[in-house]
Nanobody, 123 residues
Framework: QLQAFGGGLVQAGGSLRLSCAPS????????MGWFRRAPGKGREFVAT?????????VYADFAKGRFAISLYEANNTVWLEMNNLEPEDTAVYFC?????????????????WGQGTQVTVSS
């Protein structure tokens, strides 16, 4: 199970930092990622990171230059630093972890999901 924290209400141009960590049990995943779901829309890829081999990350186009995903390997905690937020970033943000498809942007390649945390950006 994953637990995500850090959502909230922020003004446009502001920043938020989300965190996600496994809670309980053995964690055998090989990569973790963030997705979001805006009102009336499907689940959308944000960023993903793997520690297999070397630490490598991939971002959705809208996230490049504004968002940064990072990792603390010792306890598999992943952060999503979000800067210069826009009202269009308003969504529920989910963290997820997977085993086989490293750095995949597809939700179906993730086996474990957190409960989601709400991010609201006001204009």
């Amino acid at each position: 199970q994953l637990q995500a924290f850090g959502g909230g209400l922020v003004q446009a141009g502001g920043s938020l930092r989300l965190s996600c960590a496994p809670s309980g049990g053995t964690f055998n995943m090989n990569y973790m990622g963030w997705f979001r779901r805006a009102p009336g829309k499907g689940r959308e890829f944000v960023a993903t990171i793997t520690w297999i081999g070397s630490i490598t990350s991939v971002y959705a186009d809208f996230a490049k230059g504004r968002f940064a995903i990072s990792l603390y390997e010792a306890n598999n905690t992943v952060w999503l630093e979000m800067n210069n937020l826009e009202p269009e970033d308003t969504a529920v943000y989910f963290c997820a972890a997977g085993t086989y498809r490293l750095l995949s942007p597809r939700p179906t390649d993730y086996d474990l999901w957190g409960q989601g945390t709400q991010v609201t950006v006001s204009s």
